[in-house]
């Protein structure tokens, strides 16, 4: 790897979905974005060997710059997607899905708060580890031409409609849900993720997936774009958050349960939020996963510094009410990252209680492996601030050769409980794909910019 410049670079203010759409075509794209203050465009990264990288000590990791403000994020580090198959005992052989490791050397960091935007310093990787695939590396000048060239000179995009279709009927899936409950009934687990897959009618532009996650992204929404796949979430689930404070790493997770659609009428989008407070059947299934999760939590942190900040509150993101918990605590000494991972990974939040137990049954009712829907994405700075999220509301594409069409594919579960309705978790999962069904399209912003074009943020 060539260092080019080492000095961070002040930007004009623009967009992210701006430069996005001005990316070189043909080109790895890995974006993180949302809807926090800061959104991360990776413009220097390489792949790393995924086992080398997890049997690290997570404090080996950590090699913060000397100079730099730490109120502001370290882009440069390591940014995770995690295949749920690694780390189920019921997924093996064909069909499992690597996880994937990159290390990124440099990057755009916007500040949406304050309307700035920088490119960071560049950074070499501090581990005595090899790249698994060639470099990608962008000059500083040629970011700076993006930046400069004017915004009128974007294509205006076409609307481009995306149709899932459900893998199984309607009655298939109803029937599994009856099954689950019987299962439920006779003692075997308390609660169950239970997925749905479905396989788009057709294959999305960038520009369209751009549009896609600008409009529609949760604060944990990503667009990575690369010769071989291609992975566009709207996740607005955070899975854990590893946080350097006063000597200690503080671990954070949110787990989410409990879902409504939202309403365009103000009377009755209030009516809804009420109707999930007061839901019984989602309060306990949240509980029972605060439960899951603080038991997860116990096995990396420090004794008795386990909380439950908060059993669980009502937030609103663009199309759906959730119900999210707060659960923190202090992380023992002398763990490698693999090692946190694998005593937390798969998400409880989309496994279900016990874990092991609806493990099994999830690859006996779905069958199929889950690959990295349901998995994670992160992203570890060298500072060792690590934020991930849970691929949930992900479309996933694979290609044939280098960025040939992709076939895309989706998953939406719900939790099932005691309390469940067949039907009702039937509605539940198509309001979650619901927002695959509406038309999209790139949009461009004037020199002014657009005060009602959408914004990328980011909790990355």
């Known amino acids: 790897m060539i260092a080019t410049e080492c000095n961070k670079r002040e930007l004009p203010w623009k967009e992210p979905a701006e430069i996005l759409l001005r990316w070189p075509a043909m080109t790895p794209l890995l974006f993180l974005g949302g809807g926090g203050r800061f959104s991360f465009l990776a413009t220097s ?3 790393l060997s995924t086992r080398e990288f997890l049997a690290q000590p997570y404090t080996l990791l950590l090699s913060a710059p000397s100079g730099e403000d730490p109120s502001q994020p370290c882009p440069c580090g390591y940014w995770g997607l995690l295949s749920f198959d690694d780390f189920s005992p019921f997924s093996s052989g064909a069909g499992c899905k690597p996880s994937l490791i990159f290390r990124v050397s440099q990057a755009l960091v916007f500040d949406h708060m304050h309307k700035k935007v920088w490119l960071s310093a560049f950074r070499d990787c501090p581990l005595r580890m090899p790249p698994m ?7 500083p000048d040629e970011i700076e031409e993006m930046f400069q060239s004017s915004a009128s000179q974007l294509r205006h995009g076409r609307y481009q409609t995306l149709t899932p279709i459900p893998r199984c009927l309607d009655a298939h899936y109803l029937d599994m849900v009856s099954s689950v409950l019987e299962e439920i009934r006779c003692g075997r687990y308390y609660q169950i993720n239970l997925l749905r897959y ?8 960038r520009d369209s997936l751009i549009s896609l996650i600008c409009q529609r992204g949760g604060p944990y929404s990503a667009l990575w774009d690369t010769q071989t796949f291609c ?40 009516a809804l939020r009420s109707q999930l407070r007061q839901s019984q059947k989602d309060q306990a299934e949240l509980h029972m996963i605060v439960d899951l999760m603080r038991n997860d939590l116990n096995s990396i942190s420090r004794p008795g510094s386990v909380r439950v900040l908060s059993p669980g509150k009502l937030r609103s993101f663009p199309t759906v009410h959730h119900l999210i918990a707060d659960i923190r605590s202090q ?24 874990k092991r137990e609806v493990m099994e049954a999830i690859r006996a009712y779905e069958g199929c492996h889950r690959g990295y829907f349901m998995g994670n994405l992160f992203r570890l ?24 069409p992709c076939r895309f594919s989706w998953a939406a579960g719900s939790g099932l409980t005691l309390g469940s309705i067949p039907e009702c978790e039937l509605e539940e999962i198509r309001i979650k794909t619901r927002v695959l069904e509406e038309s999209f399209r790139s949009y461009w912003l004037s020199d002014q ?10 909790n990355f």
């Open 231 to 270: 992975l566009a979430s709207l996740s607005p689930e955070c899975f854990i958050r590893l946080q350097p404070e006063a000597g200690r790493i503080q671990v954070i997770t949110c787990p989410i349960k409990g879902t409504i659609q939202r309403s365009a009428d103000s009377a009755e989008d209030k």
């Open 449 to 458: 910019g657009d005060e009602n074009a959408p914004a990328f943020h980011s």
């Open 133 to 139: 695939a060639p470099a990608f590396h962008i000059l």
């Open 381 to 404: 700075g060298d500072q060792g601030s690590l934020d991930s999220s849970v691929l949930i509301r992900t479309l996933w594409g694979e290609r044939s050769g280098d960025f040939t």
């Open 331 to 354: 992380l023992s000494d002398g763990l490698s990252i693999g090692e946190i991972f694998h005593k937390l990974c798969p998400a409880g939040s989309i496994t279900g209680v016990p």
């Open 45 to 47: 990264f390489w792949q």
């Open 198 to 205: 479905f396989d788009l009618a057709e294959s999305p532009r």
